[in-house]
């Protein structure tokens, strides 16, 4: 279902991605050269010698988009977060472009060109992932284009994670049912819906393999966990993805970081902003910078102040000694 979609739907990207670099080179040049807007020098390169390094940046741009994840499902992340990476993706393509000019000598390749170029494809590329995304959640409203997934373990993790995708229906997500040991029952309440109760645990290997499932989240309540490597044993052997809800996440906050010990994960539930050197030095920078806005700001009080005290007290400080 989905696995099948998005491989469709990021080879649709790849090549729309790869039109835009292109389109974005030739409107830049045509509005620089071709247009008659701006005043062009007699000696000029040719139209070939300007769509020439294409054939090295539609590659490298893919690749930066690749690598700052734009070619991952973007469901339950903010748009925000997706422009961001748009813009730093074209920030790395447009340096790599001027490597690419440094290298082969192209000293005569316009400046104009390359501004113009970095802000279309920057524009182009922000108007295509705003028009997909709002594409693919108007389908997700209507049930269309769909993720389905099984919840393992009844608990206030599972209630919660149902309460969060009914509020968000664009997400397009579908819980199918649930398993659990403990529940007698059909059908059990989550927040507002009636989910089915699939089975027991030893059931979820045979459920997968018999359905196309997209994923399963893991909601076991704590004192269930002894349960949990069998679980995930039984998610890899049919190769389903797996995601796990901890049954602390209350405790931990909105963006925890994952340290490796050796081989080890440990996860960090307190970071320290100022442990990071440029959060640091930004810190210190905006201390001076507001220390030295108040004194210009204050000083012409200070002036007055210091006026005021030598017009009342004449002569210098001196220091009364007592006794």
Known sequence: MIKQNMKHLNRIFVVIDAILVAVA?????????????????????????????LIFLIPAYLLSYN???????????????????VLKANTVGI????GYLYIFREVDYSRKVLVLFYMISVALDVFERVTIRYILRRLRKQSRNLKHVVLVGFSDLA???SRRIQTNRHWGF????????????????????????????????SYIADNDLDEVIITLPLDKYSQLEK????????????????????????????????????????KVPL?????????????LLVSLAGLIILSPMFLAVAALIRMDSKGPLSIVKSG
């Open 159 to 161: 209630v919660e994670y």
């Open 67 to 85: 690598v700052f994840n734009l070619y991952r499902p973007h469901r339950t992340k903010s748009i925000y977060d997706e422009l961001f990476n």
């Open 25 to 53: 080179l030739f409107v830049a040049w045509f509005i620089r050269i071709e247009s008659g807007w701006m005043e062009v020098a007699p000696n000029t390169l040719s139209f070939e010698a300007y769509m020439r390094p």
């Open 275 to 287: 442990n990071d050197l440029v959060k640091r030095t930004t810190k210190r920078s905006v201390d």
């Open 95 to 98: 340096l790599v472009f001027l």
């Open 174 to 205: 579908h819980i199918n049912g649930l398993f659990d040991n403990e529940l007698k029952r059909e059908y059990v309440g989550l927040y507002k819906q009636s989910v089915k109760v699939l089975g027991k645990l030893n059931d979820l290997g």
């Open 231 to 270: 679980i995930v044993d039984t998610c890899e052997k049919q190769g389903v993805f797996t995601r796990i809800i901890p049954d602390y996440y209350k405790v931990i906050p909105a963006s925890p970081y994952i340290e490796d010990i050796d081989g080890l994960p440990m996860i960090s539930i307190r």
